[in-house]
């Protein structure tokens, strides 16, 4: 007898329907899955066989053909053991295919009879469309998080074979919990000193533009980085379930009853793979870390640490918004835009700027700096020195509790006019200004003669690649947004897009260290 159950599996961070069809027939007692099985799928043989045993169900003791259609797609994970019991039963004739109906069904089952959670439970619901998906009841919860999802669940396999036949009701729906707010993130008034780099920190912010700071062990980098994240809007609700179907896929923990609102926030350590930075795998291929940063920071400590083989492979995604990972099985799309925010120290040593303070030779600072690759240098639109606070201000305000009147801006206050500024880019058609195509930078940015002919000047002094011109052009539009500014681009603010892209491995070089100074001024 031959029986199809509706499932689907995961393909990147994507669900792919599959109908798990079974055919049972007499001959010689055998047990074959076809149809791209990797070796989980095909592990399954036992993992059902022993669940059905243990559920007090029968094994038949026939030959039997398990097909997983589309079989031109690869087919990964544990996922399809709770559809291939089920379609087993039918097949047997211990369910009737009325009984079944039109349910879909995806989950682990324990060879104790219990079923699983698997990853990417969103993009599984997803995947099966309107029909009535039965699920493990520790991934109900998450599967309800889509939109018009229709969801059934049960502990064990011998309990929904009753639910099945209607001798028994499904497992109740659990009532909605209070899902309380996250608990606020660090706070950017924390941050003493450091103008410029506050300053920075905000118009990547606004403008979604890439950051790299440069200086010093204990500058305060890494604290910075983290506060970048709570100066971005909320994500909507689109954003929101892409997010959370992404770190479903990547098998990471989610919030309790709710989408991911804010903004992810990734720090991967130097020593990570190319394949944990970007995504791919074996054969079920898994988002990366820049992929778990979508629509929110990646944030790259010790960049100079990192393998110059895995930066390089940032240079295509910070471009496109996205990753394609091409093997020879299969070819998957990831989303990955991301605001990348990087930190590194000006030499192996990290010693201050300045003669007579660094211990390294200079062979060494240039191997230290030639990490770096000049063209992922070129895609950081921000590019800035952070030296150490002074100590004067490091100490305001400690002996009093509380903040001090000339505390620096708070949080709070400093998203509100990054959301200003973001609102400014919407209306122009783009989610932010780093996003401003090319070919309408003349229309959404534009200069005012004085500003060009600035621009022209460091062109012609090779300061600027033609890339770098049109950063430039953007970050001039975001500062102008930030003042509330709108019209052509003046040149104060095309200075101050300057200071804020300094050659920093050329530190000879009198004109960046002109263009920072009366930026902080």
Request: one cysteine or more.
């Amino acid at each position: 007898m031959l029986a199809m159950v509706p499932s689907a599996t995961l393909v990147g961070v994507h669900g792919q329907p599959i109908g798990v069809e079974v055919h049972v027939s007499t001959g010689l007692p055998s047990f074959s899955i076809v149809g791209l099985p990797d070796a989980s799928c095909r592990e399954s043989r036992d993992r059902v066989r022993a669940a059905m045993l243990s559920s007090g169900l029968k094994w038949p003791q026939k030959r039997i053909t398990v097909n997983l259609a589309p079989t031109s797609v690869r087919k990964g994970g544990a996922g399809l053991d709770l559809p291939i019991a089920i379609a087993l039963l039918v097949a047997d004739g211990q369910l009737k295919p009325s009984e079944v109906g039109d349910l879909a069904f995806a989950g682990e089952l324990g060879l104790d009879g219990s079923l699983r959670p698997v990853p990417g439970t969103l993009a599984v619901v997803h995947a099966v469309g309107a029909r009535v998906v039965v699920l493990p009841p520790a991934a109900a919860a998450e599967a309800r998080l889509v939109p018009g999802a229709k969801v059934r669940s049960a502990t064990t396999l011998a309990k929904l074979v009753r639910c099945l036949k209607a001798e028994r009701p499904w497992e109740a729906e659990p009532p909605e919990a209070h899902v309380a707010p996250p608990p606020p993130g660090p706070d950017l008034a924390d941050v003493r000193g450091q103008p410029l780099a506050r300053l920075a920190v905000e118009v990547a912010a606004a403008g979604s533009h890439h950051l790299l700071m440069v200086g010093p062990p204990g500058a305060g980098k890494t604290m910075l980085a983290e506060r970048l994240p709570g100066l971005l809007p909320a994500l909507d609700a689109d954003q929101a379930l892409e997010v959370t179907r992404i770190h479903s896929a990547a098998g990471l923990p989610l919030p309790r009853g709710s989408l991911i609102r804010r903004p992810p926030f990734r720090a991967p350590h130097h020593g990570a793979s190319p394949v944990a930075l970007v995504g791919g795998g074996g054969s079920q291929m898994r988002p990366g870390e820049l992929s778990c940063a979508h629509h929110g920071v990646l944030f790259l400590d010790e960049l100079g640490e990192f393998p110059a083989a895995v930066l390089d492979m940032l240079r295509q995604p910070l471009e496109e918004g996205q990753v394609l990972v091409c093997r020879a099985r299969a070819t998957v799309l990831f989303p990955a835009r991301v605001v990348l925010v990087a930190a590194m120290n000006p030499c192996p040593c990290g010693a201050e700027r300045g003669p007579g303070s660094c211990r390294c030779r200079p062979p060494a600072v240039a191997r230290y700096a030639a990490r770096v690759s000049g063209p992922l240098l070129d895609r950081f639109d921000l590019r800035i020195h952070v030296q150490r606070p002074d100590v004067g201000e490091l100490m305001a305000g400690a002996a009093v509790p509380g903040r001090s009147p000339g505390a620096p801006e708070a949080t709070a206050v400093v998203a509100a006019r990054v959301a200003d500024a973001r609102q400014l880019a919407a209306r122009r058609g783009v989610a932010a200004n780093a996003a401003i195509p090319g070919p309408r930078l003349d229309e959404l940015a534009p200069l005012d003669p004085e500003a060009s002919r600035l621009l022209e000047t460091r062109l012609r002094q090779g300061q600027l690649s033609a890339r770098g011109l049109h950063r430039v052009r953007r970050v001039a539009r975001t500062l102008a947004d930030l003042a509330g500014r709108e019209g052509p681009i003046g040149v104060d603010h095309a200075y101050s897009a300057l200071a804020l892209r300094a050659p920093l491995f050329e530190q000879d070089s009198p004109t960046w260290e002109d263009d920072e100074r009366s930026l902080v001024q």
